[in-house]
């Protein structure tokens, strides 16, 4: 039973939904199954020395072949509510708005959707996460090229909702545009892999890349949004937004001023340079103007216009806290994060939290809590929890001690409870949660080492094999306390 929520019997809408979160990538395998074609996720993958343990999303949980079965133990877990994402290169294979549509992609997302929905589960669905078609990459460089890549995405958004809208009410644009342009193009960490390190053997601008793609995405996402509201919103019903992700900034000294300001800053370069265009200004933030200058693109008036108001929700992602510290030195010109530096303990030497299996995840619900409150107050939008979960250590077979995780089941009570608080307590919209994730999967660049799972994945077995761990059950106990009943 839940313990330490008692206090938050019902305080959640009754039309609350919660559920899982996956990525097509991380999950479906079937990599060139039925004509699909490659995403840049598949070059990367295939490239040596890129993922930790050399693995490749080719099969991934085999959730193409098995989603009968995975409905049905989500269904076990009582979920309202299950968030996926479509892969653009399984439905139009290169990507293009002149290029054909493959029938038997489109197939396999409607008979999922239609799955989901047999059994009462209401599906979310996202355009993309992160699987850029490899053809348009190759074709003109991909998001680099807003001109070219605008309409092909928006062409794609289209064949999603003539052929799906008339099922999926809840439609996301894009899941993190800022992960992907500052893995993808700064860090170079992810696909497609460009950065101004060398050391890579990569090539690229950090100091400029990161902020057009940036710009594509936002635009993209914009006449995306403008054609669903126009063509689709009124006949189908549904809504449409985008999901941005965040981690929290705290100042390392609470008490300086300075520092105070860096942790200001670093939320901005975070997450108010995708959300102030969106719920706020139409532009940029001016901490970021001030630092970037013209390497940050500048808005057309008809681009401003369409961005501003271009999400009917907030849709958050959040794992994490990190404590933050204002630098003397002036910004590197490869500098993304706003001339700071991010520090896991604070000026009194209290951590940001118990360490999991991913290195820049720390488990810190109290973090969470005020992220929600300052997105509440600059945005003030209903928001979507989208994402939200943690890896443990040393999850490596299904034995009775990784399967009773935890570790994990901490996690979530202290997130999910900090949901429940923020609602009642501070008066913070909230209409969704969903935990990151349904099973343990591939995890990007980590491969198959890092296990976000409520469900234990057998990697080395033929067909996968499923093991529920303990935190789905106490995942839906807590809801089950929390949301009112109707
Ligand atoms: C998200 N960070 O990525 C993605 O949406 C998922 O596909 C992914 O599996 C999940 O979180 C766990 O990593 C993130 O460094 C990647 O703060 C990095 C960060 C946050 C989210």
């Not at 009462?120 to 460089?141: C, K, M, N, S």
């Not at 949004?225 to 006949?235: A, D, K, W």
Request: proline share 5%; glycine share 8%.
């Amino acid at each position: 039973k839940p313990h330490k929520v008692k206090d938050l019997k019902g305080v959640l809408r009754s039309d609350f939904h919660w559920g899982y979160a996956t990525a097509a990538t991380q999950v479906e395998g079937g990599w060139n199954a039925d004509d699909k074609g490659l995403s840049i996720w598949d070059t990367f993958a295939h490239t040596p020395r890129k993922v930790k343990d050399g693995s490749t999303p080719d099969d991934a949980v085999l959730s193409y072949y098995k989603y009968k079965e995975d409905v049905a133990l989500m269904k076990s877990y009582g979920v309202t509510a299950y968030r996926f994402s479509l892969s653009w290169s399984r439905i139009i294979p290169l990507g293009g708005k002149d290029d054909p549509v493959n029938e038997a992609g489109l197939q396999y997302y409607e008979n999922l959707i239609d799955e989901l929905l047999e059994n009462g589960i209401t599906p979310f669905v996202t355009l993309f996460h992160w699987d850029t078609p490899q053809a348009l990459e190759d074709r003109y460089g991909g998001m680099l090229n807003k001109e070219m890549y605008t309409p092909d995405f928006v062409n794609y958004a289209r064949v999603c909702f003539e052929r799906l809208g008339d099922r999926v009410k809840h439609w996301i644009t894009y899941n993190e545009p800022g992960v992907y342009t500052l893995a993808g193009y700064a860090a170079g960490v992810h696909a497609p892999a460009r950065s101004s390190n060398r050391k890579l053997n990569a090539e690229g601008d950090s100091s400029t890349e990161p902020f057009i793609v940036g710009h594509t995405e936002l635009v993209s996402h914009a006449y995306a949004v403008q054609l669903y509201r126009e063509m689709f919103q009124h006949q189908q019903k549904g809504m449409i937004g985008i999901t941005l992700h965040g981690n929290y900034s705290e100042p390392w000294d609470s008490d300086d001023p300075l520092d105070q300001e860096a942790a200001e800053r670093a939320r901005e370069f975070e997450i108010a340079w995708y959300a102030d265009p969106v719920y706020k200004t139409g532009d940029y933030p001016a901490s970021m103007r001030a630092q970037l200058g013209d390497r940050l693109p500048h808005f057309t008036a008809e681009e401003s216009k369409l961005t501003l108001g271009s999400s009917d929700f907030y849709g958050m992602n959040s794992y994490t806290t990190f404590f933050v510290r204002h630098l003397d030195t002036p910004p590197d010109i490869n500098d993304h994060s706003g001339n700071i530096e991010k520090l896991d303990t604070n000026k009194q030497g209290v951590s940001r939290g118990p360490e999991s299996d991913t290195y820049w995840l720390r488990t810190n619900p109290a973090g969470f809590r005020k992220l929600l409150n300052w997105i509440w107050k600059r945005y003030g939008i209903p928001i979507y929890i989208t994402e939200n979960g943690t890896t443990a250590k040393a999850e490596t077979e299904p034995s009775e001690e990784v399967l009773n995780d935890t570790f994990r089941i901490e996690f979530f009570e202290g997130y999910i409870g900090a949901v429940a608080r923020a609602v009642k307590e501070d008066g913070v919209d909230i209409r969704s949660y969903f935990a990151w994730t349904f099973t343990d999967n591939w995890e990007w660049a980590a491969g198959y080492t890092d296990r976000f799972g409520v469900t234990f994945v057998d990697f080395e077995s033929k067909d996968k094999k499923r093991y529920p761990k303990k935190s789905a059950t106490v995942i839906r106990e807590l809801f089950q306390h929390m949301v009112k009943k109707e």
